[in-house]
């Protein structure tokens, strides 16, 4: 009987991994019953599946804005994306209406949990309240209030109120610390269940970890709007399980191969299909970025983008393009880096990541140097950029991070410490984390020299503030969006973006 078990669980596991995310749309017809019969179990998978999916693929936009990508040189200037002039059709599908939007990812999520009542399942409830943490702090990130007691609802309600961004941070950190909860008053779960759980194989301790880390991330976005969260990194501390650490990251045990929709998705957006043929000429790395490495010394670039495939000059194979820079005659894709190199994807059958560890670690050298978290800020800081080196599998990877630590990324030169942990930590997950550095830049500053689009239609508008609510929240929630008052991406904020 368990190996029927297991075997059942790998099925729809493989099956996840290896059809499209339409598939598993549960959330097309809202009047449509769910099977009674389907498990939290079999939603599991996906729903952290399309999690990841959603955090590693849908964000080139702010990678963009944050100095990251470049446009390819096949293609001509993208409008709003290069003018900053946003509209309620950019990006809606961050929102809804998508496979792998942030609404649909939750109401699967809640599906998940609802399950789990009816069965007195509580480790699908602990998850389910994690991935709404990650899902609705991505969305208050990019829409500041938006609909969330009333959201997640489908039929029973099709026009949600909206809350404030700084109540539903409130919020999901109470949710987290209920998470944790359940998770250390249950401490072992059936093997049936494990085998579902495809991020820590039903390891209590690494989802305690992982909901501190989700934690300490909220509160270091907000940081600037709550300087000092002591009951909340008292609850952390509580716990005692800690953080995500070093070699730790929380990456997902699903299997992908080189055959039609079974690719890891951020290798099939970002780099080729099953095939080997290239999907995406538009993403390159931006010339600042680029060098940004090069000037330090610093060989991460090696690992984090592919070398042009053509390169005009052989002796200079990573090429960088500015942003919204017009194209130059004669110039193509091929003669520039691709976004994702082999120290984040050898290939397309590689782990899918869900949080890493050097994300942990620089968010608790922060901490750290806030004086929230206990310890020495600069060893914190140090072993978070140890750790980038690591993950990317760059060769002798302490040598190497060592001579950079001494030198441009040195604790001891640096006048703004606060400045160097940001830099680094932008300087470590391009292609990994793209919205992480949008936030930081959002609510820091930093990098300070992030550069401004070069299209010649800017104007005088800068790197906007936020997306505007969708389209469709006008055409069927029109009360509710308009309470929101008038939203203008240049001048309105995230509540954390006080500075």
Same mark, same amino acid.
């Given at each position: 009987?368990?190996?029927?078990?297991?075997?059942?669980?790998?099925?729809?596991?493989?099956?996840?991994?290896?059809?499209?995310?339409?598939?598993?749309?549960?959330?097309? &017809?809202?009047?449509?019953? @769910? &099977?009674?019969?389907?498990?939290?179990?079999?939603?599991?998978?996906?729903?952290?599946?399309?999690?990841?999916? =959603?955090?590693? @693929?849908?964000?080139?936009?702010?990678?963009?804005?944050?100095?990251?990508?470049?446009?390819?040189?096949?293609? #001509?200037?993208?409008?709003?994306?290069?003018?900053?002039?946003?509209?309620?059709?950019?990006?809606?599908?961050? %929102?809804?209406?998508?496979?792998?939007?942030?609404?649909?990812?939750? @109401?699967?999520?809640?599906?998940?949990?609802?399950?789990?009542?009816?069965?007195?399942?509580?480790?699908?409830?602990?998850?389910?309240?994690?991935?709404?943490?990650?899902?609705?702090?991505?969305?208050?990130?990019?829409?500041?209030?938006?609909?969330?007691?009333?959201?997640?609802?489908?039929?029973?309600?099709?026009?949600?109120?909206?809350?404030?961004?700084?109540?539903?941070?409130?919020?999901?950190?109470?949710?987290?610390?209920?998470?944790?909860?359940?998770?250390?008053?249950?401490?072992?779960?059936?093997?049936?269940?494990?085998?579902?759980? +495809?991020?820590?194989?039903?390891?209590?301790?690494? %989802?305690?970890?992982?909901?501190?880390?989700?934690?300490?991330?909220?509160?270091?976005?907000?940081?600037?709007?709550?300087?000092?969260?002591?009951?909340?990194?008292?609850?952390?501390?509580?716990?005692?399980?800690?953080?995500?650490?070093?070699?730790?990251?929380?990456?997902?045990?699903?299997?992908?191969?080189?055959?039609?929709?079974?690719? &890891?998705? +951020?290798?099939?957006?970002?780099?080729?299909?099953?095939?080997?043929?290239?999907?995406?000429?538009?993403?390159? +790395?931006?010339?600042?970025?680029?060098?940004?490495?090069?000037?330090?010394?610093?060989?991460?670039?090696?690992?984090?983008?592919?070398?042009?495939?053509?390169?005009?000059?052989? &002796?200079? =194979? %990573?090429?960088?393009?500015?942003?919204?820079?017009?194209?130059?005659?004669?110039?193509?894709?091929?003669?520039?880096?691709?976004?994702? !190199? @082999? #120290?984040?994807?050898?290939?397309?059958?590689?782990?899918?990541?869900?949080?890493?560890?050097?994300?942990?670690?620089?968010?608790?050298?922060?901490?750290?140097?806030? !004086?929230?978290?206990?310890?020495?800020?600069?060893?914190?800081?140090?072993?978070?950029?140890?750790?980038?080196?690591? %993950?990317?599998?760059?060769?002798?990877?302490?040598?190497?991070?060592?001579?950079?630590?001494?030198?441009?990324?040195?604790?001891?030169?640096?006048?703004?410490?606060?400045?160097?942990?940001?830099?680094?930590?932008?300087?470590?997950?391009?292609?990994?984390?793209?919205?992480?550095?949008?936030?930081?830049?959002?609510?820091?500053?930093?990098?300070?020299?992030?550069?401004?689009?070069?299209?010649?239609?800017?104007?005088?508008?800068?790197?906007?503030?936020?997306?505007?609510?969708?389209?469709?929240?006008?055409?069927?929630?029109?009360?509710?969006?308009?309470?929101?008052?008038?939203?203008?991406?240049?001048?309105?904020?995230?509540?954390?973006?006080?500075?």
């Amino acid at each position: 009987m368990k190996h029927k078990i297991l075997l059942a669980i790998l099925a729809v596991t493989l099956v996840l991994s290896g059809c499209k995310d339409s598939f598993f749309d549960i959330n097309t &017809n809202p009047n449509q019953p @769910t &099977n009674p019969l389907v498990k939290p179990q079999y939603l599991l998978p996906m729903v952290l599946k399309q999690t990841a999916t =959603r955090m590693g @693929t849908q964000y080139s936009w702010a990678a963009s804005w944050s100095g990251y990508y470049g446009r390819g040189s096949d293609f #001509g200037q993208s409008l709003p994306l290069e003018n900053y002039n946003i509209t309620p059709t950019y990006q809606q599908g961050q %929102w809804a209406n998508s496979t792998t939007s942030w609404y649909d990812v939750l @109401t699967d999520a809640d599906l998940m949990a609802k399950k789990a009542a009816e069965t007195d399942e509580k480790f699908f409830i602990g998850v389910s309240k994690v991935v709404k943490a990650i899902g609705f702090m991505y969305l208050v990130d990019m829409y500041n209030n938006v609909p969330y007691k009333e959201a997640l609802k489908g039929s029973d309600n099709v026009a949600p109120a909206y809350d404030k961004g700084e109540d539903i941070y409130k919020d999901l950190l109470l949710q987290l610390d209920s998470a944790r909860l359940i998770f250390k008053s249950n401490p072992s779960i059936s093997e049936e269940v494990a085998s579902s759980d +495809v991020l820590f194989g039903g390891d209590m301790t690494q %989802w305690r970890k992982l909901a501190n880390t989700q934690a300490l991330k909220l509160l270091i976005h907000q940081s600037e709007f709550v300087k000092n969260p002591t009951a909340e990194i008292a609850k952390i501390k509580a716990d005692g399980s800690g953080f995500i650490e070093a070699g730790e990251s929380a990456t997902l045990s699903l299997t992908f191969s080189n055959n039609v929709d079974q690719v &890891n998705p +951020v290798y099939s957006t970002y780099v080729a299909d099953q095939s080997g043929i290239l999907t995406d000429g538009f993403n390159r +790395v931006s010339k600042y970025l680029l060098n940004r490495y090069v000037a330090n010394d610093d060989i991460r670039y090696q690992y984090l983008f592919l070398p042009a495939i053509n390169p005009k000059d052989p &002796n200079v =194979r %990573w090429v960088g393009k500015d942003f919204g820079a017009p194209n130059v005659l004669g110039n193509s894709s091929s003669n520039e880096s691709i976004v994702v !190199g @082999t #120290g984040i994807l050898k290939d397309g059958t590689q782990p899918l990541w869900f949080f890493t560890s050097m994300e942990s670690l620089f968010l608790q050298a922060e901490a750290t140097q806030r !004086g929230w978290l206990t310890g020495d800020a600069k060893t914190v800081y140090e072993n978070a950029v140890k750790e980038s080196f690591e %993950w990317l599998g760059v060769p002798s990877a302490a040598t190497e991070a060592g001579k950079l630590l001494a030198a441009s990324a040195s604790w001891e030169t640096a006048a703004n410490k606060l400045e160097l942990i940001i830099n680094q930590k932008y300087l470590a997950l391009p292609s990994i984390n793209n919205f992480e550095a949008y936030v930081d830049y959002r609510r820091l500053g930093f990098p300070k020299d992030v550069p401004l689009s070069k299209n010649p239609n800017i104007g005088s508008r800068k790197i906007p503030l936020r997306l505007l609510y969708p389209q469709n929240e006008y055409s069927y929630n029109n009360d509710n969006v308009m309470a929101q008052g008038e939203i203008n991406a240049q001048t309105s904020r995230i509540f954390w973006d006080v500075n």
